[in-house]
Antibody, heavy 124, light 111 residues
Framework: QVHLQESGPGLVNPSQTLSLTCTVSGGSISSGSYYWSWIRQPAGRGLEWVGHIYSTGSTNSNPSLKSRVTISLDTSKNQLSLKLISVTAADTAVYFC????????????????WGQGTLVTVSS | QSVLTQPPSVSGAPEQRVTISCTGSRSNIGAGSDVHWYQQLPGAAPKVVIYGSNWRPSGVPDRFSGSKSGTSASLAITGLQADDEADYYCLSYDTSLSGWVFGGGTKLTVL
């Protein structure tokens, strides 16, 4: 059974870069056709899709964040990563990594499993 | 403001039935995108309770059901139990954004 675990700094200074890693265990990140995604949730608020990377390497991100987001796969480490530049307090949130289902078109797909999430606070 | 619209809160007494709506548009639910429902307990990651608009993962009670019509979808929970109290989110894919969108979430209170 695939397990996802997020990690990274819990505190980031404003205007700096938020960098998170999602370590995948129980399966290879390079096998199968999957959408690997980042989703975030500010405290007391709803879920927001941040972006995804498909197994082919193609990426897409939420238009509200697009110019600031980079998502990549490191197959040697079996990890997914997120970089968000020029952060502000509005980027403070719990960040989840999640995987969609294999071989199912995006139009029909959903996220499962999820990592437990990691809290990132943007503050000086 | 979320692309998918959910009521902020619903409530019901034990053993009653409640429904949570999720209203989208022609670029997501109306475009043929499936709707998926998540239950989130405090401090936990969301857990899928309905996928593909009306399918239940193994382990989810048959008290949970989903439906979709036009640009909207609904989650129904019958025989309400205290441990159903949670936040519920709908998820769908938006063809205009080329990405996924969530509803704003609905807090279910069991009276």
């Amino acid at each position: 059974q695939v397990h996802l675990q997020e990690s990274g700094p819990g505190l980031v200074n404003p205007s700096q870069t938020l960098s998170l890693t999602c370590t995948v265990s129980g399966g290879s990140i390079s096998s199968g056709s999957y959408y690997w995604s980042w989703i975030r949730q500010p405290a007391g608020r709803g879920l927001e899709w941040v972006g995804h990377i498909y197994s082919t390497g193609s990426t897409n991100s939420n238009p509200s964040l697009k110019s600031r987001v980079t998502i990549s796969l490191d197959t040697s480490k079996n990890q997914l990563s997120l970089k968000l530049i020029s952060v502000t307090a509005a980027d403070t949130a719990v960040y989840f990594c999640a995987r969609a289902q294999m071989g199912i078109p995006a139009l029909l797909n959903w996220f499962d499993p999820w990592g437990q999430g990691t809290l990132v606070t943007v503050s000086s | 403001q979320s692309v998918l619209t959910q009521p902020p809160s619903v409530s019901g007494a034990p053993e009653q039935r409640v429904t949570i709506s999720c209203t989208g548009s022609r670029s997501n639910i109306g475009a043929g995108s499936d709707v998926h429902w998540y239950q989130q307990l405090p401090g936990a990651a969301p857990k899928v309770v309905i996928y593909g608009s009306n399918w239940r993962p193994s382990g989810v009670p048959d008290r949970f059901s989903g439906s979709k019509s036009g640009t909207s979808a609904s989650l129904a929970i019958t025989g309400l139990q205290a441990d159903d109290e949670a936040d519920y989110y709908c998820l769908s894919y938006d063809t205009s954004l080329s990405g996924w969108v969530f509803g704003g979430g609905t807090k279910l209170t069991v009276l």
